[in-house]
T-cell receptor
Framework: GAVVSQHPSRVICKSGTSVKIECRSL??????MFWYRQFPKQSLMLMAT?????????EQGVEKDKFLINHASLTLSTLTVTSAHPEDSSFYIC??????????????FGEGSWLTVV | KNEVEQSPQNLTAQEGEFITINCSYS?????LHWLQQHPGGGIVSLFM???GKKKHGRLIATINIQEKHSSLHITASHPRDSAVYIC??????????FGEGTQLTVNP
């Protein structure tokens, strides 16, 4: 089963509203999670690094006031898209790394969230 | 020039064929990852390599650190292997730089 769970998998929201996407590590603690965005037929683009208990680190060009990231616990990071616009419609996916030796330091990805802003 | 380049961008094969996808990178790395992304979007990590070769079922991944090149091979390909295969490199920590992916279609 999935070890990183992302919710919701699909969401449609109206322009101007906010939508929250959750990313949970189920079997391990993740002090760091990563949020990516992917447009159709394009590569994953890192948006921000989510750090448990501290502020997220945003990539250049990503508006931190628009894409709010909260990493309040070792197993949960949330991405909130505020004042959503149609151009925010995209596939958002998170990842986390299980640093435990027995897991082989594997990187796990969430199932992704398709956001459509209408 | 992208830091991670994959070839080919698109690949169509007949069931049973041997498939190779290539990845070249231009930065120093601590590990290289091969990922599989299905049409629904979900991503599965196939391999993480820092040297040599790894095998899992019909999948084989190799890396040549000196040449900064990695290959993903699929033996006896099957339609269910149809997906986008993504090469990603990490230079420390969990931050990855991704290639643009290779769309593989295996026809029955």
């Amino acid at each position: 089963g999935a070890v990183v769970s992302q919710h919701p998998s699909r969401v449609i929201c109206k322009s101007g509203t906010s939508v929250k996407i959750e990313c949970r590590s189920l079997d391990f603690q993740a002090t760091t999670m990563f949020w990516y965005r992917q447009f159709p037929k394009q590569s994953l683009m890192l948006m921000a690094t989510s750090n448990e208990g501290s502020k997220a680190t945003y990539e250049q060009g990503v508006e931190k006031d628009k894409f709010l990231i909260n990493h309040a616990s070792l197993t949960l990071s949330t991405l909130t898209v505020t004042s959503a616009h149609p151009e925010d419609s995209s596939f958002y996916i998170c990842s986390a790394r299980d640093w435990a030796e027995y897991s082989g330091n594997t990187i796990y990805f969430g199932e992704g969230s398709w956001l459509t802003v209408v | 020039k992208n830091e991670v380049e994959q070839s080919p961008q698109n690949l169509t094969a007949q069931e049973g064929e041997f498939i190779t996808i290539n990845c070249s990178y231009s930065v120093g790395i601590s590990a290289l990852h091969w990922l599989q992304q299905h049409p629904g979007g979900g991503i599965v990590s196939l391999f993480m390599l820092s040297s040599g070769k790894k095998k899992h079922g019909r999948l084989i991944a190799t890396i040549n650190i000196q040449e900064k090149h990695s290959s993903l091979h699929i033996t006896a390909s099957h339609p269910r292997d149809s997906a986008v295969y993504i090469c990603a490199v990490g230079s420390g920590g969990s931050r990855l730089t991704f290639g643009e992916g290779t769309q593989l279609t295996v026809n029955p």
